[in-house]
């Protein structure tokens, strides 16, 4: 077992891996949680820069998250939106007030010329989270969607068009110059991370994105630490979201399966680890067949707060068989 220090860094998109972030923060000592956020789908709306999958690490892991909605934050208010709607501003993407504060603070200081990294840290510390968050990336990177109605920023598909256009592929403007932060490269080369878990997220579009930062994904593993990768497809099926029908679309199998190819395809040698859904366990003879990961089968469906800290526990004692000292049990 390694020693104290040691530090998990679970890559996360929004909602799915916020889940089992806040089962791992949950489950490890304090400060023993790095999460590493997929910002290719920030955006300026009214002028303010909206980090939407850091909004979900940092509600959810300060306990402020609507669970119900899936989004945004619990019991909020929405008096800027019917101010705005009264003007005749636009008003398709939902900002609660709550959550303009966030973003409001967000883009003064990134005016003033403060990193992307230090912003998070900022908030994040503000809001109690022990858990440290970091951007994929300091520089902008935007999602553009192909789809049958042409090339769609992220949002536009998303929110606006709500995942209908069908889908033919992804590119990610300003990617090839992005950096991996500062702080990060700092927890890289500490040699504290002692293992790698890539939540259940969307691979395409939160991710692949993360992992396409250049270099990133050679780095982590370069660590020669375990990398886990949790399926985000169940039975076939996306527990939320497109992802399932983006793989339809893009003319591959639905299935947990898929998924893991597309990682092996895409960074060779990085997964070490692969975790199913219970509903998923007779692909895993097969898989581990046709790979090098270690498969392993457990529930991975998140819907209480007890499944993400159960989920978390798995990953944690039988799948990385206790890399951390003793979780906070
Ligand atoms: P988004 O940015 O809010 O779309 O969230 P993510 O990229 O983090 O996650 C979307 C993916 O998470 C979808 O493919 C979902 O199927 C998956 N997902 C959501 N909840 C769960 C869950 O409880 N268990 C598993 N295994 N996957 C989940």
Redesign the pocket.
Known sequence: MAGAGKKILAL????????LALGLAQELPAGALAVLV?TA?DFRHHGLHIS??ID?LLYTLSGRSNRAQ??GIEGETWQVREALAALGGDTWFQLGDGDLATHLLRTGLLAEGQALSAVTARLAQAMGIQSAIYPMAEEPVSTLVHTDEGELPFQHYFVRRRCEPAVSGFSFRGLDAARVPAPLQALLASGEVAAVVI????PF??IDPILGVPGLWQQLAALAVPVVA?????GG?????P??KMMAELGLPVDAAAVVQHYRQRYPGLVSHVVL?NEDAALADALGQSGNEEIAVHN????TLD?KRQLARDVLTKVLKNVLPEARR
Request: net charge neutral; with cysteine; charged share 20%.
């Open positions: 996360s998109g929004g909602v799915g891996g916020a889940k997929n789908d939407p999958d979900t899936g989004w939540c259940p997220s969307n579009v939160s949790v399926s985000p497809i169940i099926r996306a527990v939320k979201g992802a399932a859904d991975t469906l998140m819907k499944d």
